[in-house]
C-alpha cells in the first residue's frame, strides 16, 4: 500500500492552522510548536515574524484544519492486515462472483500459497446462502482456499484446506460434521483452524499484515488503536511479532490480549486483557443473548456462552492483578453479567482504578446504563454497527423489530448519564474509518443514538484516551501531550452534518512525526 510517509524530524512548526480541540473548542490562525521528544511545546496565534531554528520543519498549512489523533477501541490489527491482503468479496453479489474473484487470486498467486478471503456475506447473495466447499473445490482445486464471513463468526474453506489444517474427514457425521462436508467450520473448529492457519503463514508476512494494517489506519486519520488480539481468534504465536514491531508501527498499539488467564497476562507484563472474552454472540447469528425473543425466530433469545461464576472471577482476578479486563457484551442478559461481576469486584476490592470494560453495549436499558455509570466503568462501542445495521432496512430491524432496535446502542441515553463511552470499529467486521464512525454517532438513524459533533469528537478522542489510560498525554490538543494530531480539508464543527463523512484526512501525525501525508 502506498504509505506517502513523509520523514520528519521530531521538530516541528505546523502554521496557520484553525485547531480543533474536543475541550477548548476551535481557534483560528495558530501555530503548534513540536518539540524533540515529539510533545506539543505551544499553541500560539500565528506569528509571520517568527524565529525559526533551522533545524526545524515547518509546514504550512493555509488555514486547514487540525484535531487530536483519533483513538479507535476495538481494532483486530492482524485480521485487518490480513483482510486487506485478501481477496475481498464484500462487493459480490452472487456466488460466481466469488468464483471468479477466487479464480483470479489462484492464477496471480505462488501455486503453493494459501487463497485468502475476507468480506462473505450471504445477506448480500443472490443465492442466500454461503459458498460451499464443492463450489469453492471446482473454482481453486488443489489450492487450498479459506473464507473468512464478515463477522469473523464462522469459515468457508475447500477440501484442500481441510487436509492442510488436519480437520476431521468429510464422512464424519454428526453437527460439525455435516457442516464441514459443505465447507463450513465454527465455533472451536472455527478457532483451532484459525491457529493452524496462522502456524502455516511465513513471520514475513505475519510483520507485512500488521504493518499494513496499522498504515492503513493512520490514512485513515487513527493514531491509537486498542488492538485485541491473540487467544482463541488467531493463536497466540503472533503476539511476540507484534511486540517486537510495535514501535516501527504506524500507530500506537494498545495491546489486548484474549485470555482469561491473569496470571499468565501479569506474567507477560500487560496490562489489559480480554476483549473479545465472549459473553454472548451477535445479533446477526441470533446468539447475541438479549432480553426478548428474536422478532424472526419465535423461541430464540441468543445464547450466554459463560456462567456467572466464570464471569465473576474473570473481573475479580484481573481486579486484584491490577489488570484491565474486557469482555464482549451485546445483548442485554450478557451485559447484565458483566456489570453483577464489575459490582462485585468492586466491592469485594474497593478503590483501585482498573477501568474494567464492556466491547458493545448493544441492548443495554435505562438501568443498566445507569449502573455503568456508576461504577466508573468503560464502554467500547463501534457507532457503525447502528449506522450500517439498524436503519429501518437494516439486519437488527429483521432480527429485534423496529421499535427495539430503535433503542440499541443508546449513545445519547450513555453519555447524558456519564458513561464513560469510546469508539471504536471492531475493524475488519467494519470499516476502521473513525470518520464514517464519528459521521455514524451524528447523522445516527434514531434519536436515542444521535450525538453532536462535538460529543463525537469526543469518544474518539478524550474518552478513547481515559479507557487505555493515557488521557494525561492523548485525546486533545493541550501543551505537553503527545503530538497527535490529523488534518483535515474542511472543519468539522461548521460542515453540514449529513456530510461529515465527506471530511478527507491530509496528514496523520504520531507523536511529532508524519505517519501519512496526501499534502503533496
Known sequence: MENNRMQSSCNSILTCVTVISPTFGEK?????????????????????NRKIDINSQVINLEGKFIIPGLIDTHFHLMATGLSELSVNLLHATEIPDIQELLAAAKESTDEESWILATGLNEEKLKEKRPVTRAELDACCGSRPVFIDHRSLHYAVVNTEAIK??????????????EELREGIIKDNLLNKSRQALMRGLSK??????????????AKKGLTTVHAIEGGELFGDEYLS????????LDTWVNLYWITTDIDAAHQKGLQSVGGDILLDGTLGSRTAALWKDYA?????SGVLYRTQAEVDEFFFRARQAG?????????????????????????????????PRIEHFGEANKAQINRA???????????????????????????????????????RLMLDQGVQLAGGSDS??????????????????????RLSVQEALQIYTITGAWLGFEERTKGDLQVGMNADLVVLDRNPLSIEPTSFQDCEVLLTMKGGRIMFNALG
Do not use: W
Open 28 to 48: 483560528r490562525m495558530q501555530d503548534v510548536l513540536i518539540n524533540d521528544n515529539g510533545d506539543i511545546d505551544a499553541i500560539e496565534e500565528h506569528d509571520a
Open 164 to 177: 492442510r489444517l488436519g480437520l476431521l474427514d468429510e464422512g464424519t457425521s454428526g453437527g460439525s460434521g
Open 204 to 217: 514475513s508476512f505475519l510483520q507485512k499484515s500488521l504493518r499494513y494494517g496499522s498504515a492503513l489506519a
Open 241 to 248: 511479532i507484534l511486540l517486537d514491531i510495535r514501535d516501527e
Open 296 to 300: 424472526d425466530e419465535e423461541g430464540c
Open 323 to 355: 489488570i484491565q479486563p474486557a469482555v464482549h457484551a451485546i445483548g442485554g442478559r450478557a451485559i447484565e453479567q458483566a456489570l453483577n461481576a464489575i459490582g462485585v469486584a468492586e466491592k469485594r476490592l474497593p478503590g483501585i482504578d482498573n477501568r
Open 373 to 411: 455509570s456508576e461504577l466508573r466503568m468503560g464502554v467500547a462501542s463501534q457507532p457503525p454497527f447502528a449506522y450500517l445495521r439498524g436503519g429501518p432496512d437494516g439486519v437488527y430491524c429483521e432480527r429485534m423489530g423496529t421499535e427495539r432496535a430503535s433503542q440499541l446502542y443508546a449513545f
Open 428 to 449: 475488519p467486521v467494519v470499516s476502521l474509518d473513525p470518520i464514517l464512525g464519528m459521521h455514524s454517532c451524528i447523522n445516527a438513524h434514531y434519536e436515542a443514538q
